[in-house]
């Protein structure tokens, strides 16, 4: 199998999965490595469960399927816990990031965790974006998390990918409101 | 998608990828129904239209079936025409399409593969363009995004080259190429322009000085010339993809031919697949090759007009073929790939053996264990010199 590191994202249509998947894999491009960033459509409706995925690696992508055993899981919306299959395919060192209030230890009992190589990681991303973006917006909290619990991206990255990127398509609220989401994201992120 | 790079590496889905190099194109004219998965081809490219990005002529238009009779009147005015479809958007085209071929018209489609109904479905599968074979288009398949831009604007100059003169569809796989980003080369505009060149109107209906007339009635005494031309033209092509694709490769470092082989030379067993499947079979390969397991690959990238000569001496010294179709001609007697290759190496002293997997339909996944399970078969194949079953459905 390619060493492409691979990463599953969970959440419901409109919380912006699909745009942080394409959001990593920019990041990722830009500093020299190969991506794929891929949605997984459904039923297009609002609330809908979506998964979107990235592969990373250092050597072009040739794999064209589904991502079926993804080492980093970042789920958007904890409701999907019980019912999208969150932690299927994922290694005994898997990374879990979880838009949630609770602690991580109570959240690694909710996805039913066992294996003490699995790292839980909880981020309350939902009253971050609120209190960044104005909007229920989780997605890029979780990706300011993903940098402080893993060594996929730097935050420095993040931020500096979406001011280039996206300050033409965004006003400078939103841009600003969205840096300070990927910074929060980054700091408060909390694993035990 | 925002586009910051002009030259150099970024990341591109396949349908922003194929609306920036139309952008870069400049076509005359541009007349298509969105439909998914290459919608986003229309709507980013009307977007540059309406931006001011470039001169383009856009015709909205009310159906695919229109969207075609709209590039047809402008082709034959004498304008470089692009659209692209999807699925039922090319089936609503049929009519056209052989109009387009018929009456010798250069003009560049992307194709985004997806599925037939019913049932309605609306990811990947080769059915469409595979209903459209015998269609008179040349047909390209790309494998990932990077080949898709650069097929596009190779199709240009087949289409447009005087010994052709037929027009090209660019297919790629929908959602999975059409909606992936993945990393791409970009050319600059420069670069783009300077490989397609200047467009030249041949027999345009708009040359008052020298009146001619397209899709006359033509009967007994003629309809069959005209055929025979078109069926001439359209083989010519088969050397000016060789032709194009060499000098694509001097130009810009990334040379195509008629097909793709992967560790084909000494294999005992190959699979031959097209579009983005190719690439998780390389995959495969590369284990199989590790427990010692000759495995191959042949991936064909222009399919009509068919190179029949070349694939079959690509394939000869192979014991045991599976050809893998994303489609069924249900027919009852396997894929359309698999009846061409088939046929083509019919004329071989001694044949391998050849057998038809349908995968894939409808979007299905096509995982490594899939391309595993299929040259397990083959092995077996190759020990035994027998056949089981000489059509089969897979990934079901």
């Known amino acids: 199998m390619e060493s492409a590191l691979e990463v599953r994202w969970h959440g419901r249509a409109q919380q912006g999965v699909v745009t942080a998947a394409k959001l990593l894999g920019e990041v990722c491009v830009a500093s020299g490595r190969f991506v794929q960033a891929f949605p997984e459509f459904g039923p297009e409706r609002m609330g809908a469960p979506v998964r979107a995925y990235n592969r990373i690696a250092m050597e072009p992508i040739r794999l064209h399927c589904q991502v079926l055993e993804p080492r980093y899981v970042l789920i958007a919306d904890p409701t999907l816990i019980q019912i999208a299959g969150v932690t299927d395919g994922t290694p005994k060192d898997a990374v879990f990031i979880v838009n949630t209030a609770k602690g991580a230890g109570e959240m690694r009992k909710e996805l039913n965790v066992k294996s003490a190589e699995a790292k839980v990681c909880v981020i309350d991303a939902s009253k971050i974006s609120l209190e960044t973006i104005g909007r229920l917006m989780p997605n890029t909290p979780l990706l300011g998390a993903l940098a402080k619990a893993t060594n996929v991206i730097s935050v420095d990255a993040l931020i500096e990918n979406f001011k280039e990127n996206y300050s033409k398509k965004f006003s400078e609220k939103v841009v600003n409101g969205n840096v300070e989401a990927i910074r929060r994201g980054y700091d408060e992120v909390r694993w035990e | ?396």
């Open chain 2, 1 to 396: 998608m925002a586009i910051t790079a002009i030259k150099g590496k970024t990341a591109l889905t396949g349908n922003s990828a194929i609306a920036y190099g139309m952008k870069q194109i400049n076509p005359d004219v541009c007349a298509a129904y969105p439909i998914t998965p290459s919608t986003q081809i229309a709507e980013e490219f009307s977007s540059y239209v309406a931006d001011g990005a470039v001169q383009t002529e856009y015709v909205t238009v009310e159906s695919e079936h229109s969207a075609m009779s709209a590039c047809i009147g402008a082709s034959a005015a004498g304008a470089r025409v692009m659209t692209a479809t999807s699925s039922q958007g090319l089936a609503l085209m049929w009519e056209m399409l052989y109009v387009a071929s018929g009456m010798r018209l250069p003009i560049v489609m992307t194709n985004v593969n997806r599925a037939l109904s019913a049932p309605i479905n609306i990811h990947c599968d080769h059915s469409d363009s595979m209903g459209a074979r015998d269609a008179g288009w040349i047909q390209l398949y790309s494998e990932t995004v990077q080949e898709g831009y650069d097929n596009l604007f190779q199709a240009m100059r087949i289409a447009e080259d005087l010994r052709v003169r037929i027009p090209a569809m660019v297919c790629f796989d929908g959602f999975i190429t059409s909606h992936a980003i993945e990393n791409i080369e970009l050319l600059s505009d420069e670069e783009v322009q300077g490989f397609v060149g200047e467009f030249k109107a041949v027999n345009p209906l708009l040359d008052v000085e020298r009146p001619v007339t397209y899709g006359a009635l033509s009967l007994q005494d003629t309809y069959m010339e005209f055929k025979y031309q078109q069926s001439q033209a359209i083989s010519r092509a088969k050397e000016v993809v060789i032709e194009v694709g060499k000098e694509f490769g001097k130009r810009f470092g990334r040379e195509y031919g008629l097909f793709e082989t992967y560790k084909l030379d000494d294999a005992d067993v190959a699979v031959v697949i097209l579009n983005s499947a190719a690439g998780t079979t390389k995959v495969a390969i590369d284990e199989l090759r590790g427990k010692g397991i000759k495995a191959g690959l042949l991936r064909p990238r222009l399919y009509r007009p068919f190179p029949a000569v070349e694939l079959s001496n690509a394939l000869k010294h192979v014991k045991a073929i599976a050809c893998l179709d994303r489609a069924d001609s249900m027919s009852g007697f396997g894929g359309p790939l698999f009846n061409d290759i088939r046929s083509a190496m019919y004329e071989l002293e001694a044949r391998p053996k050849i057998i038809s997997r349908i995968y894939g339909l409808g979007g299905r996944d096509y995982k490594v264990r899939d391309a595993i399970a299929v040259f397990d078969e083959l092995e077996n194949v190759k020990k035994t010199g027998v056949v089981d079953e000489l059509m089969k459905y897979i990934t079901i």
